[in-house]
């Protein structure tokens, strides 16, 4: 008679065990989103980087990430915030600019024009603070706009002249992370910093400057780890390293000069966009396209010119009312001179984003992730998926998929390498374990 009390604790145990929520609220692990710009796949691999070496063994690296294009900053990292690719957020370059008035704006300035910004793409800031979440944004791209008239919760904001190598500066930011995690109980940052682009495109990425400045970069990944311990956020922070595009060496023969074409005049043009890398935007005056484009479509045998609704659909790029008629790029190592050379840089990027010396790192670690597991190479638009589900929110429409990235997390069904047998984290295993216990002091009463 003892047996039917005993199955109805034991149906109670289960049914307590399914009811407690995964990851109740209080216990929502934090999030902390790190970009080191212009970081090349293989930087690591000239240089001695023990804290990144640790963080890799201690839980995810991918092989390598393959950004959006065009590989720019200010798009790319638009890509890791929304999840889409260019041609769906809108962002399709560096600078701000008008065709019909032919205004350009630089880097700096165009990072406070809400219009560039806000083309119904929303940001990861704003989709988490709709959802009860409080979020800060530390120099990074698209951080100063504002979005449906919302913007982050807390921000830093770089000024105009700016020495995006000071390391103390590097530190200093650390720090303001920390105390918007512990003191403003923040859940999501995302912190942006600028090199090693900078010293790749002034020394170039086979540089000693630039193999430097992986060494200082090294040291601030050991300087923010060392932080998250003292913060006692180890347990409750999941932390990604990740950058928006590579490097590439620039070639200074056989250069491209638009103006030195042959039967090519700017006088053709009423808009243009040049002397930015490798890649051009070209408005032609009415009637002048068909002959812009047939005297420049093989005028270099490493420049690609393109009708906007002829460029390749690979690269998700020119289907925005915002590419111009005409669109230009060059191979692997070539930057586009206008009308004189004014791009001096001995590194640049920008270039397909299938080029290998255009692919960046994404690195993982932290209660969510396994541990020692190195996964095969993805696109970067599938970043936003895994950021929103490390917070526990829902996404905005979006080009990227979580099945992507979820053999990285813990308790995946893809159990991956080494790290498979890590336990759950302790939100996790609480409905299991109460679970357990209640039908482990229910058994001996079934029999």
């Given at each position: 008679?003892?047996?039917?009390?005993?199955?109805g604790?034991l149906?109670a145990?289960?049914?307590?065990?399914?009811?407690?929520?995964?990851?109740?609220a209080?216990?929502?692990?934090?999030?902390l989103?790190?970009?080191?710009d212009?970081?090349?796949?293989?930087?690591?691999?000239?240089?001695?980087?023990?804290?990144l070496?640790?963080?890799?063994?201690e839980g995810?690296?991918?092989k390598?990430m393959?950004?959006?294009?065009?590989t720019?900053?200010?798009?790319?990292?638009?890509?890791?915030?929304?999840?889409?690719y260019?041609?769906n957020?809108?962002?399709?370059h560096?600078?701000?600019?008008?065709?019909?008035?032919?205004?350009k704006l630089?880097?700096?300035?165009?990072?406070?024009?809400?219009?560039?910004?806000?083309?119904?793409?929303?940001p990861?800031?704003?989709?988490?603070?709709?959802?009860?979440?409080?979020t800060?944004?530390?120099?990074?791209?698209?951080?100063?706009?504002?979005?449906?008239g919302?913007?982050v919760n807390?921000?830093?904001v770089?000024?105009?002249?700016?020495?995006?190598?000071n390391?103390?500066n590097?530190?200093?930011?650390?720090?303001?992370v920390?105390?918007?995690?512990?003191v403003?109980?923040?859940?999501?940052?995302?912190l942006?910093?600028?090199?090693?682009?900078?010293s790749?495109h002034?020394?170039?990425?086979?540089?000693t400057?630039?193999?430097?400045?992986?060494?200082?970069?090294?040291?601030?990944?050991?300087?923010?780890r060392?932080?998250i311990r003292?913060?006692?956020?180890?347990?409750?922070l999941?932390?990604?390293?990740?950058?928006d595009?590579?490097?590439?060496?620039?070639?200074?023969?056989?250069?491209?000069l638009?103006?030195?074409?042959?039967?090519f005049?700017f006088?053709?043009?009423?808009?243009?966009?040049?002397?930015?890398?490798?890649n051009?935007?070209?408005?032609?005056k009415?009637?002048r396209?068909e002959h812009?484009?047939?005297v420049?479509?093989?005028a270099?045998?490493?420049?690609?010119v393109y009708?906007k609704?002829?460029f390749?659909k690979k690269f998700?790029?020119?289907n925005h009312?915002?590419?111009?008629?005409?669109?230009?790029?060059?191979?692997?190592g070539?930057?586009?001179?206008?009308?004189?050379?004014?791009?001096?840089n001995?590194?640049?990027?920008?270039?397909d984003?299938?080029?290998?010396n255009?692919?960046?790192?994404?690195r993982?670690?932290g209660?969510?992730?396994?541990?020692?597991?190195?996964?095969?190479?993805?696109?970067?638009?599938?970043?936003?998926?895994?950021?929103?589900?490390l917070?526990?929110?829902?996404p905005?429409?979006h080009?990227?998929?979580l099945?992507?990235?979820?053999?990285?997390?813990?308790?995946s069904?893809?159990?991956?390498?080494?790290?498979s047998g890590?336990p759950?984290?302790p939100?996790k295993?609480?409905?299991?374990?109460?679970?357990?216990a209640?039908?482990?002091?229910?058994?001996?009463g079934?029999?």
């Amino acid at each position: 008679m003892k047996m039917l009390p005993s199955l109805g604790l034991l149906f109670a145990a289960l049914s307590l065990a399914r009811c407690v929520p995964l990851q109740q609220a209080p216990n929502r692990s934090k999030l902390l989103l790190v970009s080191f710009d212009g970081f090349r796949w293989n930087y690591d691999q000239d240089v001695d980087t023990p804290y990144l070496d640790t963080m890799a063994a201690e839980g995810v690296k991918a092989k390598y990430m393959t950004p959006a294009f065009i590989t720019l900053t200010s798009p790319c990292h638009f890509t890791l915030l929304t999840g889409r690719y260019l041609e769906n957020h809108g962002v399709v370059h560096n600078m701000w600019f008008n065709t019909t008035t032919g205004v350009k704006l630089p880097y700096y300035t165009t990072q406070g024009i809400s219009s560039w910004w806000d083309n119904g793409s929303l940001p990861i800031w704003i989709t988490a603070q709709r959802q009860g979440l409080k979020t800060g944004s530390i120099y990074f791209p698209g951080g100063k706009a504002k979005y449906q008239g919302e913007e982050v919760n807390k921000k830093l904001v770089e000024p105009a002249i700016f020495n995006y190598s000071n390391e103390t500066n590097w530190r200093q930011n650390i720090d303001t992370v920390m105390e918007w995690f512990t003191v403003d109980n923040l859940d999501f940052i995302a912190l942006y910093f600028g090199e090693p682009d900078s010293s790749g495109h002034k020394f170039g990425p086979e540089s000693t400057e630039r193999k430097n400045m992986i060494e200082q970069v090294d040291r601030t990944v050991g300087y923010l780890r060392q932080r998250i311990r003292e913060s006692d956020l180890e347990s409750n922070l999941n932390l990604i390293i990740t950058s928006d595009h590579g490097m590439d060496t620039v070639i200074k023969t056989n250069e491209i000069l638009i103006r030195t074409i042959n039967n090519f005049t700017f006088q053709d043009i009423d808009f243009e966009l040049l002397d930015y890398g490798p890649n051009g935007l070209l408005v032609p005056k009415e009637g002048r396209l068909e002959h812009v484009y047939s005297v420049l479509k093989n005028a270099h045998p490493n420049l690609h010119v393109y009708k906007k609704e002829e460029f390749p659909k690979k690269f998700h790029y020119a289907n925005h009312p915002r590419i111009t008629p005409l669109v230009l790029y060059s191979d692997p190592g070539y930057v586009i001179h206008g009308r004189i050379k004014v791009q001096f840089n001995k590194g640049e990027h920008g270039f397909d984003n299938e080029d290998m010396n255009m692919k960046t790192i994404f690195r993982a670690v932290g209660p969510a992730f396994k541990k020692g597991l190195v996964v095969e190479p993805f696109e970067s638009v599938n970043v936003y998926a895994l950021l929103c589900e490390l917070l526990g929110i829902t996404p905005e429409p979006h080009d990227g998929s979580l099945e992507v990235t979820k053999p990285m997390l813990r308790g995946s069904e893809d159990t991956g390498s080494e790290g498979s047998g890590a336990p759950l984290p302790p939100a996790k295993n609480l409905p299991l374990m109460l679970g357990l216990a209640l039908v482990l002091g229910c058994w001996g009463g079934v029999f």
